[in-house]
């Protein structure tokens, strides 16, 4: 019998019915709880940083990294990321600033610090982000610099984002004065003489 037609029936029994939209009321919350601003997300787990570094293929079989706090198994793509290839660098931890900087030696507190980078890495970082989140599974949130242990966004995350906003906007505001003002060239020849060109716009 479906859900519907169970409680259709059991209307007729009001202390069936309301237990029954108790335990659903109840189910839908562990499911989905609500964050701190009332949007419903679905639960995922956090990490600590240890837990995390035990990723890495060896200790646990599965290799999950984190950019910008959001974690994913990249298990699939082991043959970038397993110990001895190219981006192994990257396991185990959130290793977010390599992703631009190509600095794949820094071990240190910094290397999940973003702030101070231009806005083309910023949005770079995104993109990254974004390639990650289509091409590998999505397990978690990382609890340290973007994230806090009940997987709500810290302060430096909210900066990051206001920060990414104004990053948008400059770049919205470049875009359009480049096709109000299509950057232009001039040559000059002994066959020809003068020649003016401009770029078409971007
Ligand atoms: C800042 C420097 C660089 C960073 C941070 C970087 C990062 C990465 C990462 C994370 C991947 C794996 C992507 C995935 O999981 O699908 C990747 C793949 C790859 N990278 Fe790089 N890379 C850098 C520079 C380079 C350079 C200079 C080259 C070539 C000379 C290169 C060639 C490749 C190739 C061929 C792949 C494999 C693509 C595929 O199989 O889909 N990378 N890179």
Known sequence: MSVISSLITSLKYPVLTIAIVIVAIFYQQS???????????????????????????????KLYLAVIGNVFDVT??????????????????????????????????????VLDLPCSDLLSILDWRQTFKQKYTYVGLLADRYYD????????????????KRCRIEKEEAKKQDQLYPPCNISWSEEDGSRVWCTKSR
């Not at 679905?42 to 990723?55: C, G, Q, V």
């Not at 990257?90 to 600095?103: E, M, P, Q, S, Y």
């Not at 997987?151 to 990051?160: D, I």
């Open 31 to 61: 499911i989905f709880p609500k964050s701190s601003n009332n949007t419903v997300v679905p639960t995922k787990k956090i990490f600590s940083l240890a837990e995390l570094s035990t990723y890495n293929g060896i200790q646990q079989e």
């Open 149 to 164: 242990k009940n997987g709500e966004e810290t302060m430096y995350m909210s900066e990051l984002k206001q920060k990414v």
């Open 76 to 113: 699939v793509g082991s043959q970038h990321y397993k110990k001895g290839s190219s981006y192994h660098y990257f396991i185990g931890k959130d290793g977010t600033r390599a992703l631009v900087t190509g600095n794949f030696k820094d071990e240190s507190s910094n290397k999940d610090n």
